[in-house]
C-alpha cells in the first residue's frame, strides 16, 4: 500500500491510536495528546495525514492534540466514513 509505504511504524502506531484502534476494530475517537514538538506527528501534518487543534496556542506544558484527518481515516481503519460520522469522532 502506498501510503503505508510512506509512513514509519512509530506514525502508524500513533495514527492508530488516535483513532481507538488499539482495543477496537472501528474508529471511536480521534483524537491524540502529546508533545507539541512531536517530530512524527509535525510530518504527519506536513504529509497530510493529521492537524493539529491550535498549533499557535500549546498548553504550558507545551503539549497540543493531534487529530488524524479525514483522508487518512479509509487508509488507516479500512473502515469507509461519511463526514458526520468524521464530525462526531472527535
Known amino acids: 500500500m502506498l501510503f503505508a509505504a510512506t509512513l514509519s511504524e ?3 502506531s500513533k495514527l492508530k491510536k ?3 484502534l488499539e ?4 474508529p471511536v475517537q480521534n483524537f491524540y495528546y502529546g508533545s ?3 517530530e512524527d506527528w509535525q510530518d504527519l501534518m506536513r ?5 493539529q487543534e491550535d498549533p ?6 507545551n503539549m497540543t ?12 481503519s ?9 464530525y462526531y469522532l472527535k
Do not use: R
Open 10 to 12: 512509530s506514525q502508524l
Open 18 to 20: 488516535a483513532l481507538g
Open 23 to 26: 482495543h477496537h476494530h472501528v
Open 36 to 38: 507539541a514538538a512531536d
Open 47 to 51: 504529509k497530510g495525514f493529521a492537524h
Open 56 to 61: 499557535h496556542y500549546p498548553s504550558k506544558e
Open 65 to 76: 492534540i493531534y487529530y488524524v484527518s479525514f483522508e487518512a481515516i479509509l487508509p488507516i
Open 78 to 86: 479500512g473502515q469507509e466514513m461519511s463526514p458526520e460520522e468524521y
